[in-house]
Each structure stands twice: as structure tokens, then as C-alpha cells.
């Protein structure tokens, strides 16, 4: 999957742009919408918590660190205890798993309450009132679905797409 970014001017196109993505086939659950806090989305599809908040590269983050950091600490157990050397892969590998896993949940928890840094660059439009756009299209419908919007809505503009986003969001 791919996200495409639109920024369309007002309510009234994002609604007219979701029902052309509907009559394509895209289902509602893969639009998202985010406007300016305050803005009436009437019954269009709002961002959730995992678009607004940095929740998935926050914890790629965590992820990696804490793995780094559990292996570090297993191997400096192993140094210390040189009798444990029997069991030292065991050691290792509980301890980087462990704190991976420990690394990911944190840092995932703070990336929910961190606006996502990947819509920082439409702030601007946002607070002026403009819409934006995140559609979630297979790989291969990119290109028809930024030509369908474009055909249909001149005023939308295309921000770019996404190169792959979580496959369960």
C-alpha cells in the first residue's frame, strides 16, 4: 500500500473527492482526513491517532535502539559472569529481545502523543483551512488515483506519495 497526499480548499470538494474514491473502489477505512482543529468534517473519514501521531516511526525507533541496547547488556552480562558462557547466546538474545520489545512499546507510546513529523510540511495550508488528504491505494492504483482526483478536481493538489505505509493501520 501507498499513501497519496491531496490538499483540497474546503469540506465541500473533500466530500466530492470521497465519493468519487468510493464509486473507485477505495474503501472508506483507507481515507483519512485532517483538517484544522475546530473545522466540521461532517461525516467524512477523520484521521485517527495512528495518522496524527507519530506512533509507527516511534516505534521503528524504539525497536531498534532497545535491541541494540538488550544485545549490549547481554554481552556485558556474559563479560562479567565468564561462567555463563555456556548459556551466552541464550543471554544475548533474551536480553535484545527483551529490550526491543520493551524499546518499541515505549517509544511507541510517546509517538502517539507526538504530531506526526511526516505532515509537519502541511501545517501551514492546514492552519490557513485547506484539507489534507491521505489515501491508502495498492501499489499498482497510485497513478490512476492522482490522475482520477486531478481530472476531477483541478483545485485539489497532489502532495506526493508515501513509499509504504503499515499494512494494518
Given at each position: ?87 551466552a547466546g541464550g543471554i544475548v538474545l533474551g536480553a535484545g529481545l527483551a ?29 490557513k483551512g485547506a484539507l489534507l488528504m491521505m489515501i491508502d491505494v495498492p ?31
Amino acid at each position: 500500500m501507498r499513501r497519496i497526499y491531496f490538499l483540497v480548499p474546503d469540506v465541500e470538494t473533500a466530500k466530492r473527492v470521497v465519493d468519487e474514491l468510493l464509486l473507485a473502489r477505495i474503501e472508506e477505512r483507507h481515507m483519512h482526513i485532517l483538517a484544522k482543529r475546530g473545522t466540521p468534517l461532517e461525516n467524512l473519514p477523520e484521521a485517527g491517532m495512528l495518522q496524527k501521531g507519530d506512533f509507527w516511526a516511534a516505534t521503528q525507533r524504539g525497536l531498534a535502539l532497545g535491541g541494540a541496547v538488550g544485545t549490549l547488556a547481554g554481552l556485558g552480562a556474559i563479560a562479567l559472569s565468564p561462567e555463563s558462557a555456556v548459556i551466552a547466546g541464550g543471554i544475548v538474545l533474551g536480553a535484545g529481545l527483551a529490550s526491543a520489545g520493551v524499546g518499541a512499546w515505549a517509544s511507541g507510546m510517546v509517538g502517539l502523543n507526538i504530531g506526526n513529523t511526516r505532515l509537519r510540511r502541511f501545517s501551514n495550508a492546514i492552519e490557513k483551512g485547506a484539507l489534507l488528504m491521505m489515501i491508502d491505494v495498492p501499489k499498482a492504483r497510485v497513478d490512476e488515483i492522482e490522475k482520477l482526483v486531478k481530472k476531477h478536481h483541478p483545485e485539489a493538489e497532489v502532495e506526493g506519495t508515501e513509499p509504504r505505509i503499515p499494512a494494518f493501520p
